[in-house]
Nanobody, 127 residues
Framework: QVQLVESGGGLVQAGGSLRLSCAASGRTFSSRAMGWFRQAPGKEREFVASIIWSGASTYYRDSVKGRFTISRDNAKNTVYLQMNSLKPDDTAVYYC????????????????????WGQGTQVTVSS
C-alpha cells in the first residue's frame, strides 16, 4: 500500500516556475516507478513525466521536455516535479502516481499502469 500527497501547486504568471512535491507513505515507494499526470477541465488525464524506481531514468511528454524535471529522493519518500517556463496550457490539476509493479525500469504512459494516486494539486498559469 502506498499513500500519496501532492503539494506545491498555485497561481503563477506565464514564464514562472513551480515545484511540485509528492510525499509518499508505505514500504514499497522506493521500489516503484513514479509518474506525474495532469488533467485540465473537460480533458482526459494525460501523462507528464515518469521516473524509474532508482531515479536513473526519466521520461517526458514532448510538450514539457526542456521545461520540466522529475526527480525523487527515496530517503525522503518524495518525488518532485520542477516546472519552469510555465505556459497557460500547463494549467491543470497535477497528480502523482505509483506504478503497479515494483522494480520496473519501463516508462509507462497509460493511467491504467498506475495503482496508487494522490488527490491532486491545482496549477494555474496566467497569461
Amino acid at each position: 500500500q502506498v499513500q500519496l500527497v501532492e503539494s506545491g501547486g498555485g497561481l503563477v504568471q506565464a514564464g514562472g516556475s513551480l515545484r511540485l512535491s509528492c510525499a509518499a507513505s508505505g514500504r514499497t515507494f522506493s521500489s516503484r516507478a513514479m509518474g506525474w499526470f495532469r488533467q485540465a477541465p473537460g480533458k482526459e488525464r494525460e501523462f507528464v513525466a515518469s521516473i524509474i524506481w532508482s531515479g536513473a531514468s526519466t521520461y517526458y511528454r514532448d510538450s514539457v521536455k526542456g521545461r520540466f524535471t522529475i526527480s525523487r529522493d527515496n530517503a525522503k519518500n518524495t518525488v518532485y516535479l520542477q516546472m519552469n517556463s510555465l505556459k497557460p496550457d500547463d494549467t491543470a490539476v497535477y497528480y502523482c502516481a505509483a506504478q503497479k509493479w515494483t522494480f520496473s525500469t519501463t516508462h509507462l504512459l497509460g493511467t491504467g499502469n498506475y495503482e496508487y494516486w494522490g488527490q491532486g494539486t491545482q496549477v494555474t498559469v496566467s497569461s
